[in-house]
């Protein structure tokens, strides 16, 4: 549980990063619902919008100065992240740069970090790719079996990941393979042993052992499935200690948390701007919708719950600045913005009664992708677990 320790970290109300916001809301005025429409329809990747984020330097905010980022807090860039949303954009379409990155900055050496770290920052390079997630083993990450098996200055990597974002738009993929196969580790080694993380160029490995095939699903998120057979990594892209690749991800887990969550709480705003307006000009049996409390409370308590979400994730924003052990409120303040955005995705769908299922007014699309931030990066039930034996001591409940 939380500490006295947190005494003394700060956390702003109200609009922080003004220039920030306003800068963010231009570049979306310039990409409207249609052009999002279009791109959904078409299962397309919304360059233009990543390349305006990017030139922006948007994308770059988290990282340092001496590598041509911005080097703003985490709350800084969740805020960027807030407005796209709120503002009927999809920043899920590059939001994997800002944690992705970390994983190179924190444990990267430091050739590594010459090398990658001003090309993503000038955009020249992206890291949208983060391969974890595999068909077979799914939450349970230490079982997975994707292999890489040195072999002199290379690693050879066999093996298969789904549901990876954003790999066909991507020229960097952070990698999670086993350099040990579960069942050979060490008993008296911990389950997270034996897993390394590589930066794979894409450009180099599609055709020469790797091959990335499209997923259509509910949402357009570019999601792929990736195999891998015979794949040669140079060893100078192991990132940080071969079998020590869990710590390397598990630090990006919170900003990855925080991060995602900024998204839902700009999805909720969305939708209860988008329902209020709606319940307050639609007229049916003579009087504006909105005016029958059935229709206005379930928007009212949208708003309380992304107003409490949103108090959360502040202070979780303002703990992993500070430094702090931030794993509990990184958690809640995930599971309580991801279900704070869906009750207001609902809310603003039944309130537009049939139009709600009328592409044009895009509530449609918007709910479809709200509804992501309860399974993936992490699942819900994944979340309580966290809380049930990190936070409360219960025992393990997998
Ligand atoms: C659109 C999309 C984009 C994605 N992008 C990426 C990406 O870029 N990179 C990547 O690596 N992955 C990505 N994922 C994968 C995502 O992280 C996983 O889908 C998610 O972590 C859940 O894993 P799973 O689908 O294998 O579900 P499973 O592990 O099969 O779980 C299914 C259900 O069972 C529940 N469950 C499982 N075990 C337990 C337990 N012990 N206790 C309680 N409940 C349990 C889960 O909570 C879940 O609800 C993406 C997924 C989607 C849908």
Not at 382 to 389: D, K, Q, R
Request: aromatic share 8%.
């Amino acid at each position: 549980m939380n500490s006295d320790n947190d005494s003394g970290v700060t956390v702003t109300l109200g609009e922080d990063y003004p220039e920030i916001r306003e800068g963010v809301r231009r570049i979306c005025a310039d990409f409207p619902g249609e052009y999002w429409r279009d791109i959904d329809r078409r299962e397309a990747y919304p360059t233009e919008f990543v390349k305006a984020m990017s030139d922006a330097g948007y994308l770059a905010s988290l990282i340092p100065e001496e590598f041509g980022g911005a080097g703003l807090p985490m709350r800084a860039a969740g805020v960027i992240l807030q407005e796209c949303h709120a503002n009927g954009c999809y920043a899920a379409a590059c939001h994997a740069q800002m944690y992705t990155m970390g994983t190179l900055l924190r444990h990267g050496s430091p050739e590594q970090k010459a090398k990658y770290l001003p090309k993503i920052a000038s955009g020249e390079l992206r890291l949208q790719a983060f391969g974890v997630t595999e068909p077979t083993t799914g939450t349970d990450t230490t079982r997975l079996k994707t292999r890489a098996v040195r072999d002199g200055e290379h690693y050879v990597v066999t093996g298969q990941k789904v549901w990876i974002s954003r790999a066909a738009h991507s020229d960097l993929m952070l990698l999670l393979a086993r350099t040990t196969p579960f069942d050979d580790q060490d008993p008296s080694r911990k389950k997270t042993d034996g897993l390394s993380v590589f930066l794979v160029d894409m450009r180099e490995a599609r055709g020469n052992g790797m091959e990335i095939r499209p997923l259509s699903a509910m949402i357009n998120h570019n999601a792929t499935e990736i195999f891998f057979d015979g794949l040669r990594v140079p060893r100078e892209n192991l990132i940080g200690t071969e079998g020590k690749g869990f710590r390397c991800i598990l630090d990006g887990m919170n900003a990855e948390r925080i991060l995602v969550s900024h998204e839902s709480i700009g999805d909720a705003q969305w939708f209860i701007r988008t329902a209020s307006k709606y319940a307050t000009e639609r007229i049916v049996f003579d009087r504006p919708i909105g005016q029958n409390q059935g229709v206005q409370f379930p928007i009212a308590r949208a708003y309380a719950e992304m107003q409490g979400a949103d108090m959360m994730l502040r202070k979780a924003a303002a703990l992993f600045e500070a430094g702090r052990p931030c794993g509990e409120d990184a958690n809640v303040a995930k599971l309580l913005a991801s279900e704070a955005a869906w009750h207001a995705a609902e809310a603003c769908m039944q309130t537009h009664g049939g139009f709600g299922y009328a592409r044009e007014y895009d509530v449609e699309r918007r709910w479809r992708e709200s509804r992501i931030q309860q399974i993936a990066p992490i699942s819900t039930n994944l979340v309580l677990a966290y809380i049930g034996e990190h936070v409360l001591g219960m025992p393990r409940s997998y």
